[in-house]
């Protein structure tokens, strides 16, 4: 390519990023009640924007992690950790307690999704045992993997009483 359609094509891309990134600032403002994904991380990011110093946030679980990476800034090196390109699930609240125990002058701030908890929760008990004041746990309940049986049981609550969770755990 030439360099003049380099630079034309460069352009287009920071023009459409910068266009996302008011579309997405304007959803995140929007007050919602009762509150929604979007304004619930407009509440979080305005909060957290007048911690100082900065906040370690870790994140965890796609949509949670999806969100705090395009709605949450920093500015230091090490203030944001999740799960990566492979979003392992079961990593964020190691981090955080190993993020909260290395840098106790500062607010670490996990995260979670509601389903990604469940791969973790028990080492909820281990930042209690170690009296981690410094640390802030958030679950974000989009719904999950979840949403579908909290529908059938409100639709066809005669057909869901007859389900026999010993045989589906199986």
Same mark, same amino acid.
């Given at each position: 390519?030439?360099?003049?359609?380099?630079?034309?094509?460069?352009?287009?891309?920071?023009? #459409?990023?910068?266009?996302?990134?008011?579309?997405?600032?304007?959803?995140?403002?929007?007050?919602?009640?009762?509150?929604? /994904? %979007?304004?619930?991380? *407009?509440v979080l990011r305005s909060a957290l924007l007048r911690v100082a110093p900065e906040p370690v946030v870790i994140a965890e679980g796609a949509n949670t992690m999806d969100m705090c990476r395009l709605a949450l800034a920093h500015d230091r090196p090490l203030s944001k950790l999740d799960a990566g390109?492979?979003? #392992?699930?079961?990593?964020? !609240?190691? %981090?955080?307690?190993?993020?909260? @125990?290395?840098?106790?002058?500062?607010?670490?701030?996990?995260?979670? *999704?509601?389903?990604?908890?469940? /791969?973790?929760?028990?080492? @909820?008990?281990?930042?209690?045992? /170690?009296? @981690?004041? &410094? !640390?802030?746990? @958030? =679950?974000? &309940? &989009? *719904?999950?993997? %979840? =949403?579908?049986?909290? /529908?059938?049981?409100?639709? &066809?609550?005669?057909?869901?009483? $007859?389900? $026999? %969770?010993?045989?589906?755990? $199986?």
């Amino acid at each position: 390519r030439s360099r003049e359609a380099q630079r034309a094509w460069k352009a287009r891309v920071q023009a #459409t990023a910068s266009h996302r990134r008011a579309e997405l600032d304007a959803r995140l403002r929007r007050p919602r009640q009762p509150l929604d /994904f %979007y304004a619930a991380f *407009g509440v979080l990011r305005s909060a957290l924007l007048r911690v100082a110093p900065e906040p370690v946030v870790i994140a965890e679980g796609a949509n949670t992690m999806d969100m705090c990476r395009l709605a949450l800034a920093h500015d230091r090196p090490l203030s944001k950790l999740d799960a990566g390109a492979w979003g #392992t699930m079961g990593v964020g !609240l190691p %981090y955080a307690i190993a993020a909260a @125990l290395r840098q106790p002058q500062r607010l670490v701030v996990a995260i979670e *999704g509601d389903s990604a908890l469940g /791969f973790s929760l028990a080492e @909820l008990e281990t930042a209690a045992r /170690f009296k @981690l004041g &410094n !640390l802030l746990v @958030l =679950v974000m &309940n &989009n *719904g999950g993997i %979840y =949403v579908r049986l909290r /529908f059938d049981r409100v639709q &066809n609550p005669k057909q869901h009483s $007859r389900w $026999r %969770y010993a045989s589906v755990s $199986r």
